[in-house]
């Protein structure tokens, strides 16, 4: 499975979009972009997930680059409790088999009122 | 809430103890997992349960055992585990056990100290 790259961590002002940038040059023609948050004290919690076309649901939109080898996930208007780790995972949708390490570092984002 | 629960929330043994990690799903899901997340160490993925059947072991010490008596439920016996183990225990379930065709919905996770 490719490798992702994220800023290890990003502030935001209330309100405004929150963008996060995720780098996976590396990206096979077959892999999704899977993006997940958790918040603290919590389990993850999926967001959205795309191969190359943008998507939006109620919760994000997921922006992918035309060569795929990056993305970038908005929220649109964040508040404080979109405070949380996000992980971006690019991996082989519909396999059935498991790395150890699914989500990676990811990168925390901050609201700031 | 996300329609997994864990008990015990919180929970502290000592090395000779057993214990177990109760996990409950109220979804219809047919696929069960446990994470273990270590303080600054990425999620790490235990074991996999797709219909009752474990399909993933990810070399997990023998001192975890899991179990999954039907599709509902899930437990994590614990026995003569080392300090560095002490973790966050996540259980998570989904509609299948194929990566990616249903998301996971995660439970609130068991804060395990041992001492």
């Known amino acids: 499975d490719a490798k992702t790259t994220q800023p290890t961590s990003m502030d935001c002002a209330e309100g405004r979009a929150a963008n996060l940038p995720c780098n996976h040059s590396t990206i096979s023609g077959n892999e999704y972009v899977y993006w997940y948050r958790q918040i603290h004290s919590q389990g993850p919690q999926y967001i959205i997930h795309g191969l190359k076309n943008n998507e939006t649901n109620e919760m994000a939109s997921l922006i992918i680059t035309e060569d795929r080898k990056s993305s970038t996930l908005i929220l649109p208007h964040a508040t404080l409790r979109d405070t949380a780790v996000y992980y971006c995972i690019v991996r082989i949708r519909g396999v059935a088999s498991y790395d150890k390490v699914i989500f990676g570092p990811g990168t925390s984002l901050s609201v700031i009122p | 809430e996300t329609g997994v629960t864990q008990t015990p929330r919180h929970l502290v043994m000592g090395m000779t103890n057993k214990k177990s990690l109760k996990c409950e799903q109220h979804?219809?899901?047919?696929?069960m997992y446990w994470y273990k997340q270590s303080a600054k160490k990425p999620l790490e993925l235990m074991f996999v349960?797709?219909?009752?059947?474990?399909?993933e072991n990810n070399s997990v010490p023998s001192r975890f055992s899991p179990e999954c008596p039907n599709s509902s439920h899930l437990f994590l016996h614990l026995h003569t585990l080392q300090p560095e183990d002490s973790a966050l225990y996540l259980c998570?379930?989904?509609?299948?056990?194929?990566?990616?065709?249903?998301?996971?919905?995660f439970g609130p996770g068991t804060r395990l100290t041992v001492t």
């Open positions: 998570a379930s989904s509609q299948e056990g194929l990566w990616g065709m249903h998301e996971q919905y």
């Open positions: 349960y797709n219909f009752k059947e474990q399909t």
């Open positions: 979804l219809g899901h047919n696929a």
